[in-house]
């Protein structure tokens, strides 16, 4: 049957039909096309929106020089992916000015795996503004550290150990590292060797560095290759291949919150492996709701400054705010080979009342300042602390706010008066862009007037628009929705004729909350039956063939 003459026709039919079928499966060559232009355009967009993001970053270390500071806040952020960092580095290095902001002059925050709101990365570059508060805070902790170890080397160090045969330290050992501590302040700290690491600049750090090179063993103001290479090997030992990492850091939270400050704090523990022991977390979010954020007039300062501090105690009392003081130490047992950040302390220093509790805030030992891994190879120093009395914690505090708030005040007045004129701006290239829209409405070529016709559907699809709908939305967007359709402002709109209707319709909504609502909604006569549903309907598509293109 299938060798017969129409056994074989059949065959070719069943043939030409498949073939048939897969071609107009097959994508045409305009389908691809069309293809190839979106991809083009999202790529496009996605290169204008990470230059946008860099240009972000350098206004804001530019506003930064310019003494900008926004009101009542001690940081300013904004979203930079990884790659979009390292360009603001390369572009650095072509720009002098730049290269020293961020190398000398400010002092920021880079976190590559931030997370904000809804667990989406934001804001991983911040540029820190510290306040009084920060400064004056961590300088009564830093003063307390000194006055240890400059007992310590001195021998006037009070000890209970039974190898000291007075009641003064004597070990050596003890010494040594309090000899060796180094208070680095503000420095900057890596998550790793690499440019583009996250790093975090902490309000106060100590390091340890042990350095066995003496004076006379120098060479014109150098050491020798071979002292130098033992000295890097050896801490890259110590290191596990990390950055060196400070022993012990401080972090004043003013405006942040209580879970951003444990998240940073545990950050300096995590990243370095235990290479940072202790991390001291001074949480002052409480009493920063409580701050006089309103603004008060600076003619008469004693005056606003008495009304300013009587609000906050008055809030405080309310509000039952406290202060708090947090260390977290690395722990190495939980997690063979890994370290991990353990609250070991909570103290109040100031209670709702603002008034100082009793006893020490805060007490740090001497081995707080090494980690586990130094002190194999050191020893165990003797059980001595720096004590931080509340009563002195409160007054630095209490200080820095009467001190802070004049300033905090300018800014406010500054960020002001950046928004009117930021709003001045907006209004005159407002009134530049009706009176362009006017002339060109006169010109004729693009004249208000002009009768435009709504898209034609082809033959077999229904009417999409009635006429009477289509004016009244014209009329409803004038002369600024059809300039805006004709030049492209919006990427997704264009003329008509280019796409499909339901396109139109899309980027038709992005002109405005008037333009979307008037098509919901039936308007100046026009009936419901003539109006189709948004939400619902869906639209046929439009080739160009059959859509002429409207006379903007």
Request: aromatic letters at 6%; one cysteine or more; charged letters at 30%.
């Amino acid at each position: 049957m299938l060798n017969t003459p129409i056994g074989r026709a059949q065959q070719q039919e069943h043939r030409s039909a498949s073939i048939q079928r897969n071609d107009s499966l097959a994508p045409s060559l305009s389908d691809r096309r069309e293809a190839n232009t979106r991809k083009g355009n999202s790529s496009a967009a996605r290169k204008r929106e990470k230059d946008r993001r860099v240009q972000r970053a350098k206004q804001l270390i530019i506003d930064y020089d310019n003494g900008w500071r926004p009101a009542n806040k001690d940081t300013s952020g904004c979203t930079l992916y990884l790659d979009e960092y390292r360009q603001l580095l390369r572009d650095a290095k072509n720009d002098s000015d730049l290269n020293a902001l961020l190398k000398d002059d400010i002092r920021y925050d880079y976190t590559v795996n931030n997370r904000g709101r809804g667990n989406k990365r934001a804001n991983q570059f911040k540029i820190r503004m510290p306040t009084k508060i920060h400064e004056w805070l961590s300088h009564e902790i830093d003063r307390s550290i000194k006055k240890l170890l400059c007992d310590i080397e001195n021998g006037t160090a009070c000890c209970s150990a039974s190898d000291c045969s007075v009641p003064y330290c004597t070990d050596e050992i003890t010494k040594t590292i309090a000899k060796n501590l180094v208070p680095e302040g503000t420095a900057t700290v890596r998550s790793s060797v690499r440019k583009e690491s996250d790093r975090k600049h902490p309000d106060l750090s100590y390091g340890y560095y042990e350095h066995n090179m003496k004076l006379g063993e120098w060479n014109d103001g150098e050491a020798s290759d071979h002292e130098l290479s033992n000295e890097e090997s050896n801490e890259s030992e110590l290191n596990n291949g990390k950055p060196k990492s400070p022993g012990l850091v401080v972090e004043v939270g003013w405006s942040q919150s209580r879970s951003k400050l444990q998240k940073k704090c545990e950050w300096y523990i995590e990243k370095s492996n235990g290479g940072t022991r202790t991390v001291v977390g001074v949480d002052l979010s409480e009493i920063y709701e409580c701050y006089p954020k309103p603004k008060t007039r600076l003619e008469d300062r004693k005056k606003a400054m008495e009304k300013d501090v009587r609000t906050m105690v008055l809030a405080t009392k309310k509000k039952k705010a406290l202060g708090k003081i947090y260390v977290w130490r690395a722990n190495m047992d939980i997690c063979p080979g890994k370290a991990t950040a353990v609250l070991t302390d909570t103290k109040i220093f100031r209670d709702e009342n603002g008034k100082p509790t009793d006893g020490e805030a805060l007490k740090l030992y001497l081995h707080d300042f090494i980690s586990e891994r130094i002190l194999k190879e050191v020893g165990l120093p003797h059980i001595l602390a720096a004590n931080v009395d509340s009563k002195d914690l409160c007054r630095r505090f209490i200080t820095a706010v009467i001190e802070q708030i004049p300033h905090d005040r300018l800014d406010e007045e500054e960020e002001e008066a950046k928004k009117m004129e930021k709003e001045r701006n907006k209004q005159q290239e407002g009134g530049q862009r009706t009176a362009v829209l006017e002339s060109e409405g006169e010109g004729g070529t693009h004249t208000a007037n002009a009768a435009v016709d709504p898209p034609q559907a082809s033959p077999r699809s229904p009417r999409i628009f009635s006429s009477s709908l289509f004016d009244c939305l014209l009329r409803s967007g004038k002369r600024r929705a059809r300039t805006l359709i004709h030049e492209g402002s919006i990427d997704n709109l264009k003329p008509v004729a280019y796409y499909e209707v339901k396109d139109w319709l899309t980027g038709l909504f992005a002109l405005g909350h008037r333009i979307a609502m008037f098509v919901r909604r039936p308007k100046d006569g026009v009936c419901a039956q003539e109006r189709p549903n948004i939400r619902t309907c869906k639209y046929p598509a439009v080739r160009p063939s059959a859509v002429t293109e409207p006379g903007f």
